[in-house]
């Protein structure tokens, strides 16, 4: 059964950093992986895939020089640290895989920026 478990949420203030993390199991971690994010009353966007074995990582231009995405496959791990926190970036965030063409998904960790 895949599980995807993110944690690391919370509240932090404009220009401040945070770091979510993703716990997967019931497969093989070495499949490329995702953090997606919704805000609210918006559509689910792709903020960073990184490759099987973390030698390819792409970041949406939004976040790009600001969020650092990294994987521990030995802990079926994968981070995401974000720095220069904007307003922006206040949303559910969600941990995906693609396995044998169906997504799955975890139940996502809610960012809050905010003075």
């Known amino acids: 059964q895949v599980q995807l478990v993110e944690s690391g949420g919370g509240l932090v203030q404009p220009g401040g950093s945070l770091s979510v993390s993703c716990v997967a199991s019931?497969?093989?971690?070495?499949?490329?992986m995702n953090w997606y994010r919704q805000a609210a009353g918006k559509e689910r966007e792709l903020v960073a895939a990184?490759?099987?074995?973390?030698?390819?990582?792409n970041y949406a231009d939004s976040v790009k020089g600001r969020f650092t995405l990294s994987r521990e496959n030995a802990k079926n791990t994968m981070h995401l640290q974000m720095n220069s926190l904007k307003p922006e970036d206040t949303a559910l965030y969600y941990c995906?895989?693609?396995?044998?063409?169906?997504?799955?998904w975890g139940k996502g960790t809610l960012v809050t920026v905010s003075s």
């Open positions: 995906n895989v693609n396995l044998d063409g169906e997504d799955y």
């Open positions: 990184i490759s099987s074995t973390g030698g390819k990582i």
């Open positions: 019931g497969f093989h971690f070495t499949l490329a």
